[in-house]
């Protein structure tokens, strides 16, 4: 049975691989004994009902257990996740964040089927697609089918860009050699992992219906869900592949105010000095303005920061990943002494960029140590893309 269609389409949206299959009835699923990777973000297209409760009500198969990643089953937390009981449903709940990355073969035991249902990013190092891998690989590893239900690349399918990830880095914020910002939904990139990593394993995506990939989230018609705490807008979800990979290093991204990866700063920072350095370079389709801000949580709590807003003015045209590593260069040359660089490789996860970045390259020469890998990476994932404007 499906539930009752909860949004009319005299309202018309993109339907998500869940609407599919509700919309379907479940048949896919029927007679099957199922495992849920999820958290708030699993919601059919009214914004209201969750995937939990939608494949709990359904009928017709058994919903056993449920796997939460980062942040939780319900999306609230920043920091190791326990295991538990979901209190709606009474499902037991096990955490893909802190001990474990990837269910174990106890947890499955009795399962035959996987579903995957959460909204990414579009940004390499956003571990929702590392625990899509990891239990890409646990379904292989226990002869189960690993289904995706698929969702829109918030930020588009089209723009691919930044160094791939050197084999020799990988970690869970950069489970697989992909470049910062991939262009894939998490259905076609499980496709690339089954198929780069020769993984065994029965695998379905539900396709989306009514996505192109030249819609970002806004020509969705969908409700704006945070991912994660900090992932509040889908001017945050653009700015992160370039914002995001300086915040290992001693420089706040916002984290503790109204709009994280929208500014950036330190105590140490001068914004006017640096947004003058930044608007110098003349990157299309950005302007950086120079702030104040005082976190109230996270680095540099409570302590007044000088830093920059990072302002968008022509989406198309913006490269995020540009701009981190013009941010990076503009701290290397302007705090030299200050900013501690060597974290900066945490997430950039590529070694002759960052070699580049310590050697003061300028961006233009930098990213033509990573154009060979990404133009293969370009090639190589056109077999996976399920959606074609």
């Not at 991912?227 to 991204?253: D, H, K």
Request: hydrophobic share 40%.
């Amino acid at each position: 049975m499906s539930l009752v269609e909860p949004e009319s389409d005299d309202f018309p949206s993109v339907r998500t691989g869940i609407d599919v299959l509700n919309r379907d009835g479940f048949s896919l699923l029927q007679g099957a004994k199922v495992g849920l990777v999820t958290n708030h973000t699993g919601l059919l297209r009214d914004g209201k009902v969750t995937t939990i409760d939608a494949l709990h009500l359904a009928g017709g198969f058994d919903l056993k257990v449920l796997f939460g990643p980062e942040h939780g089953i319900r999306g609230m937390l920043d920091e190791s996740i326990p295991d538990g009981v979901d209190e709606r449903t009474g499902v037991p709940v096990f955490s893909l964040y802190g001990q474990r990355t990837e269910p174990t073969d106890e947890q499955l035991k009795g399962v035959d089927t996987l579903v995957y249902d959460i909204q990414d990013v579009g940004c390499r190092f956003y571990t929702y697609s590392s625990t899509l891998g990891h239990c890409l690989q646990a379904a292989a590893r226990n002869k189960i089918r690993y289904v995706v239900l698929d969702r829109p690349n918030p930020i588009g399918g089209v723009a691919v860009e930044g160094p791939v990830a050197d084999e020799t880095r990988l970690s869970f914020t950069a489970f697989h050699p992909v470049p910062v910002r991939h262009g894939m939904t998490m259905g076609e990139m499980a496709q690339l992992y089954k198929a780069e990593r020769g993984l065994d394993v029965e695998l379905v995506v539900v396709k989306c219906e009514g996505w192109k990939r030249s819609d970002y989230w806004d020509a969705t018609g969908l409700q704006w869900t945070n991912p994660s705490p900090n992932m509040r807008s889908l001017a945050q979800a653009l700015n992160y592949p370039g914002v995001g990979l300086i915040e290992f290093t001693n420089v706040s991204v916002g984290r503790g105010t109204d709009t994280p990866f929208e500014v950036l700063g330190a105590p140490y920072i001068d914004g006017r000095t640096l947004a003058y350095y930044l608007n110098a370079r003349q990157m299309p389709g950005v302007r950086f303005i120079p702030i104040r801000f005082t976190p109230a949580a996270s680095k540099f709590a409570g302590e007044s920061c000088g830093g920059i807003n990072i302002v968008v003015t022509d989406r198309v045209k913006f490269q995020p990943v540009r701009a981190g590593i013009e941010i990076a260069l503009a701290m290397r040359a302007l705090y030299l002494e200050e900013w501690q660089a060597s974290r900066y490789l945490t997430l950039l996860a590529n070694r002759a960029a960052m070699d580049g970045l310590l050697a003061g390259e300028d961006y233009a020469t930098i990213s033509k140590r990573w154009t060979p890998d990404l133009k293969a990476f370009q090639k190589a994932r056109e077999a996976f893309l399920l959606y074609r404007d």
